[in-house]
């Protein structure tokens, strides 16, 4: 976002500046530089010398032919009689302020249907003296009535602004961001174009600086005058800072004041220079060995490092001794050829960091990002490099994406999940609803009310079983499911789950095996008596659902300190790709193994989380077409094995 300067077309000689160093030409040398530079501009701009009272010393062609005369006519002549009072009136106030300000003063006048644009500037002697102004007109009028045209110069000097490697901003009158150039947002600031609007601009400025900033600030928008200084500028909110000189000026659009300011960064220079005057060991720690930032300064041909500080040592692990014998491809895994290239490739004045990953003294590798300026030491160029550790930045990000890819993926199963637990509610409640319209027939015979009542009674008994597994699933996932430890004896609970599933089995032609691993006596442990009931009820629905022929296999045994449980069968068995993902909730949603099978796939979803509430593990051996085999562990801690309370 950019505003549109206008900047006069004319080239003002260094001796117009207001600069007493610089005048120390003769007279006749002064003289002479006038007459050339308003000779060069006899087909331009009016342009002319006076002195204080308006007597007219130089003049052009342009100017003389303005008032229809020529230039030796109008010589020595007062500038102020060809004036209208009450233009000449204005005038005088104007030379008057340039004669006390010492600084070119600008204004415009209308007449006669012309816009003309005048810029007086004062003119030292060689002692300094202001005696004489050197005034110039521009006809804006064109610049005025051409809308269009100052359009497309907006259009041009904004896109320049905006290429332009500088800072460039303006600034209302409470210090807030009105308008930037892309350096200003993205080198120095680093915010998103949205938030700009809502930064001040003295938040950039390096805490200790801040208060002259201002106070600048302030002088500028109250005198209006242009205003230069050199701040510590920090970057991307800090805490590491750049040098710039701003220069300010202020400006008024539709009667409302704001500052314009433009920056360029000279931070490598005054390096250059704080490093060329060092005069003592004491003054170097302070700039560059007990900087908390990691620094270290490295030839620019070879990349060798010939200097580094104490946290570039406590960064690294190698002494400063050691890093100042090193290569940067001792430290950079990156090839140095390329890593060199890189460097000499880079715009230095962009302050744009590099990405690397550099080696620590144990070998491991830590992401970083260098921010790297170019600096001439006594004729010789370095590279003064600023290190900072992102590893962690870097990881988060990472956890960060991968948090966004599992809740995206968390959310797909989750719908593919409802659309088919909604199928699931839906069938058996069809089932119920079309049965008990049926059971209203008058002419049904007792067989058929018996076989109708038979299936409704199993349509309920499946959406019970759905209903329990939803808020099993609920509550496991809202942590609400407790553990309730009793004396539990394994053994009579394996026979009286095989006696439960017995006449199901038998219905189907398959075999039930049970055997138990321990006498009564050793049988009996601590722990969740239903949920270790819900296990194993899960696993054998599961082989019942999945075996057509062969047989079905209850038992465990004792493996030092822990029973391990199984549940065989001669089913179809689970293909080798899904033996991580079979215990995940969702994924059997589009299983093709389920396909036309009754269930939600959450059964063993809830009975991987009850083992590990019992504080056991589960897993599956299992060939495709072979059978499968379930196997759990849980802790053998017989209840005289629990330490009493003391």
């Known amino acids: 976002m950019l505003i549109h300067i206008f900047l006069p077309s004319y080239i003002v000689p260094p001796n117009m500046q207001n600069n007493r160093d610089n005048t120390s030409e003769s007279n006749g040398s002064f003289e002479h530089r006038y007459k ?7 087909n331009s701009e009016p342009s002319f010398i006076i002195e204080q009272v308006g007597t007219i010393l130089e003049a052009n062609k342009a100017f003389a032919a303005i008032f229809g005369k020529q230039v030796h006519e109008v010589i020595n002549r007062n500038v102020f009689d060809f004036l209208s009072p009450q233009l000449a009136a204005s005038c005088r106030e104007k030379v008057a302020e340039a004669f006390r300000s010492g600084k070119r003063v600008i204004f415009e006048d209308k007449r006669d249907g012309l816009f003309i644009r005048h810029t007086i500037y004062p003119i030292r002697d060689s002692d300094g003296t202001i005696s004489r102004f050197y005034v110039t007109g521009q006809d804006i009028t064109e610049l005025k009535k051409s809308k269009n045209e100052a359009q497309k110069f907006h259009i041009v000097s904004s896109l320049l602004i905006e290429q332009i490697p500088s800072a460039f901003f303006m ?17 120095v600031i680093g915010k998103s174009e949205s938030e700009m609007s809502s930064t001040f601009g003295f938040e950039t400025i390096h805490p200790d600086d801040r208060a002259l900033a201002e106070e600048r600030f302030k002088y500028v928008m109250e005198t209006g005058n242009e205003d230069s200084h050199e701040f510590r500028i920090l970057i991307h909110g800090g805490p590491e800072f750049c040098w710039h000189k701003l220069t300010a000026i202020k400006i008024q659009i539709n009667g409302i004041p704001y500052l314009i300011g433009i920056g360029t960064d000279f931070t490598a220079q005054k390096l250059a220079a704080d490093i060329a005057l ?5 003054r170097f720690k302070t700039l560059f060995a007990e900087h908390s930032a990691v620094k270290l300064v490295l030839e620019a041909a070879t990349a060798d490092i ?17 890093l100042c014998t090193m290569n940067l491809r001792g430290i950079n895994i990156t090839p140095p050829e390329q890593a060199m290239i890189e460097i000499q490739k880079h715009r230095i004045s962009t302050k744009l960091p590099f990405a690397f990953q550099h080696r620590m003294a144990d070998n491991s590798l830590r992401d970083i990002e260098a921010f790297i300026t170019k600096i001439n030491v006594e004729g010789k160029e370095l590279f003064y490099a600023i290190i900072h550790d992102v590893t962690l930045q870097k990881q988060m990000q990472g956890e960060l994406v991968a948090a966004k890819e599992k809740a995206e993926k968390a959310d797909r199963l989750k719908s593919a999940f409802l659309a088919t637990i909604t199928h699931e509610l839906r069938t058996p409640m069809n089932g119920i609803l079309g049965l ?40 496991i996932e809202a942590g609400e499911t407790m553990v309730k430890q009793v004396d539990t004896n394994v053994n009579k609970l394996l026979q009286n789950l095989c006696a439960f599933f017995k006449l199901e089995i038998r219905k189907k032609g398959l075999c039930l095996k049970c055997n138990t691993g321990l006498a009564d006596s050793e049988s009996i442990i601590l722990t969740d008596h239903a949920k270790l009931t819900q296990i194993l009820t899960n696993l054998v629905n599961n082989a019942l659902k999945f075996t057509v022929k062969g047989w079905i296999e209850i038992s465990y045994t004792r493996v030092n300190g822990t029973l391990e449980f199984y549940v065989k069968d001669t089913g179809i068995g689970i293909p080798s790709a899904m033996h991580e993902k079979i215990f995940e909730r969702f994924i059997q949603v589009n299983n093709p193994l389920t396909k036309g099978m009754e269930g939600s796939g959450l059964g063993l979803s809830i009975t991987k989380a009850y083992v590990t509430m019992l504080g056991g593990t589960i897993r599956i051996d299992s060939v495709e077409g072979k059978g499968s085999t379930f196997t759990f562990t849980l802790p053998y801690n017989p209840p005289d094995s629990i330490e009493p309370c003391k």
């Open 278 to 282: 060092m005069e003592s060991e004491k």
């Open 171 to 187: 600034l209302d009158a409470e210090g807030r961001y009105v308008e930037w150039n892309a350096y200003q947002r993205d080198v």
């Open 306 to 322: 010939i200097n580094a500080n104490q946290a570039a040592a406590d960064f690294y692990g190698w002494t400063i001794e050691e």
């Open 36 to 42: 050339t530079l308003l000779a060069a501009f006899d």
């Open 436 to 475: 008990t319209e049926l059971l209203t027939d008058p002419e049904l015979s007792k067989q058929e009310s018996e076989e109708y009542t038979d299936l409704i009674h199993q349509s309920s008994l499946h959406l019970l079983k759905l209903i329990n597994e939803l808020i099993d699933i609920a509550r």
